[in-house]
Each structure stands twice: as structure tokens, then as C-alpha cells.
T-cell receptor
Framework: DVKVTQSSRYLVKRTGEKVFLECVQD?????MFWYRQDPGLGLRLIYF???????EKGDIPEGYSVSREKKERFSLILESASTNQTSMYLC??????????FGPGTRLTVT | AQSVAQPEDQVNVAEGNPLTVKCTYS??????LFWYVQYPNRGLQFLLK??????LVKGSYGFEAEFNKSQTSFHLKKPSALVSDSALYFC????????????FGSGTRLSIRP
């Protein structure tokens, strides 16, 4: 079974804090993604990575950065958290154009 | 740029009736199309995909979807709805000319009443 794991299910941070969301996949997938899910807006792509140290901006990259130092790990960084970044964050991976596998999600609250 | 639209926020169907959840897309190349389902407090689960070949694709839990190139649609269907099908459904598209970018729709909440 493909497994995508995320470091936390729930996270509460204060405005201005630096926040790290970690994601690990165990299927040697080339591609990894970070999405945020908000009611009525669906899933919006923040960043994706198609190889180690390679990344591309998605539709809403502002306020976020990413790091992919190893193939299995893709980190999302909020440099200075703001209340409008309160959301559900979903990590995913796939190999080429094939099925995308999702992690369980991290519900982040910024107060 | 690729995009995907799910025109209905909510679909309500009586148990035992057929259901349809609509999806339309826009890509510059050939589309790869997907449907995912999210049950309450659960992650997204893959239902089915269209890459090439037969326009009618069968997936998990008795769902199927029909790829219509002329209408740029990929509607999700099931002949007989179950209460347990109640969930949030997402359509997604990848343009085969893009570097793996996959875009999701806004989601449709499917509610099946007994």
C-alpha cells in the first residue's frame, strides 16, 4: 500500500511564527504536492516538486516556501504565519501522470 | 492554463436513484482526468481515472465516469445511489503537456437521503 504521512494532524500556531509541515512518502514517487483545502474553494495547489531540489509554484504560492532535500520528503514552510493561512493542508505524491495519493491532512489554526 | 469546474456545490439524491456529479475541464493538451472522494474526517481517496482508451471508465464502489471530448466533460455516475455514498467529491485534471501539475475542482457535496 502506498503511504503518504504528514507529521501532524492538528497544529495551532501564533501569528508571525515560522511553521513547518512535513510530508513523507514511501513509494519512491517522483512528484510531490502541497494543497490547501478550504470550504467552497476545493483544493488549491500551493507548490509541487518533480524531483529532489526541484520545485514549481502552484496557484497560491504567496506566503509559502518548500523544501525537497530527499526524494521521500517534501516540506511546506510558512515563513511568518498569518490568520488567513488557517486551513487544511494536504500533501500528495504520484509517479508521472498516474494516480495521486494523499496524506491524511494537517489542520492548521493560526491565532 | 488548465482548469476544472464542478458547477454544483451540492447534489441531493434519493437512495436507489441514479446519481450524476458534473465536471468540465480545460486543457491545452490531452487530459488526464481523475475523481476523488473525501468522507468526513478522512483523507482523499482515489475513485477512478481516464488516461486514454475507452470513454467509459469504471472505478471503485460502483462508480463510473464518461469522458466526452467534444463537451470537455468527465461526469461521475452511479446507477443506484447508497446512503454511504454521501461525501465530498473532487474532479481533477492534468494536462499531458505540463510538468505533472494536477488541478482540482472546488468539490461537490453529494447527499443521499434514505
Amino acid at each position: 500500500d502506498v503511504k503518504v504521512t504528514q507529521s501532524s494532524r492538528y497544529l495551532v500556531k501564533r501569528t508571525g511564527e515560522k511553521v513547518f509541515l512535513e510530508c513523507v512518502q514511501d513509494m519512491d514517487h517522483e512528484n510531490m504536492f502541497w494543497y490547501r483545502q478550504d470550504p467552497g474553494l476545493g483544493l488549491r495547489l500551493i507548490y509541487f516538486s518533480y524531483d529532489v531540489k526541484m520545485k514549481e509554484k502552484g496557484d497560491i504560492p504567496e506566503g509559502y516556501s518548500v523544501s525537497r532535500e530527499k526524494k521521500e520528503r517534501f516540506s511546506l514552510i510558512l515563513e511568518s504565519a498569518s490568520t488567513n493561512q488557517t486551513s487544511m493542508y494536504l500533501c500528495a505524491s504520484n509517479d508521472g501522470g498516474r494516480t495521486v495519493y494523499f496524506g491524511p491532512g494537517t489542520r492548521l489554526t493560526v491565532t | 492554463a488548465q482548469s476544472v469546474a464542478q458547477p454544483e456545490d451540492q447534489v441531493n439524491v434519493a437512495e436507489g436513484n441514479p446519481l450524476t456529479v458534473k465536471c468540465t475541464y480545460s486543457v491545452s493538451g490531452n487530459p488526464y482526468l481523475f475523481w476523488y472522494v473525501q468522507y468526513p474526517n478522512r483523507g482523499l481517496q482515489f475513485l477512478l481515472k481516464y488516461i486514454t482508451g475507452d470513454n467509459l471508465v469504471k472505478g471503485s464502489y460502483g462508480f463510473e465516469a464518461e469522458f466526452n471530448k467534444s463537451q470537455t466533460s468527465f461526469h461521475l455516475k452511479k446507477p443506484s445511489a447508497l446512503v454511504s455514498d454521501s461525501a465530498l467529491y473532487f474532479c481533477a485534471v492534468r494536462d499531458d503537456s505540463s510538468a505533472s501539475k494536477i488541478i482540482f475542482g472546488s468539490g461537490t457535496r453529494l447527499s443521499i437521503r434514505p
